[in-house]
């Protein structure tokens, strides 16, 4: 319950002042971001495991992994890009794929969530603000998407 109550205080300043909570220090926060849908996602660290939280200031909607702690439900994933490049984290849920990404190349840039049926994108949210904040954590302690070959299916902005 502590951590809903954390996560709901984290909607609420997020909507309030996203640029004052990125520069409080806290190290178990990795991504905080408004989307166009008028919900947000944060992604914190709980036990060195990223926990994804998906929702508004009055509800958190969904949290994975679903079991507390399931790092075999979290992966990562980085791609180089021709002037730029990307880092994401897939939360798995079932046959469905939350991405929390933030990406850019030549041309294009996009921070955001994209939920997968399988293998096709069903959603894509941008940011309206926020998205991966200074950390030294990069998902040292996950399952690769390019030992998985899933890289070539998540890891572009699409």
Not at 115 to 138: A, D, H, P, S, W
């Amino acid at each position: 319950m502590k951590h809903i109550s954390m996560i709901m205080i984290l909607l609420a300043a997020m909507s309030v002042a996203t640029h004052a909570q990125a520069e409080i220090p806290d190290p178990d926060l990795v991504f905080n971001c408004d989307l166009t849908n008028d919900k947000g996602v944060v992604i914190r660290l709980n036990n060195n495991v990223p926990t994804y939280y998906y929702g508004s200031i009055e509800q958190v909607e969904m949290t994975l992994p679903r079991i507390e702690g399931d790092k075999t439900q979290v992966r990562v994933g980085e791609m180089a890009f021709a002037g730029g490049g990307a880092l994401y984290y897939r939360f798995i849920n079932g046959n469905f794929s939350y991405v929390v990404y933030s990406g850019m190349g030549r041309g294009w840039e996009f921070t955001g969530l994209k939920v997968y049926q399988g293998k096709k994108r069903i959603m894509k949210r941008e940011c309206t603000n926020g998205g991966f904040l200074n950390t030294n954590y990069r998902g040292e302690n996950l399952v690769k998407e390019s030992d998985t070959g899933d890289d070539d299916t998540y890891g572009y902005a699409d």
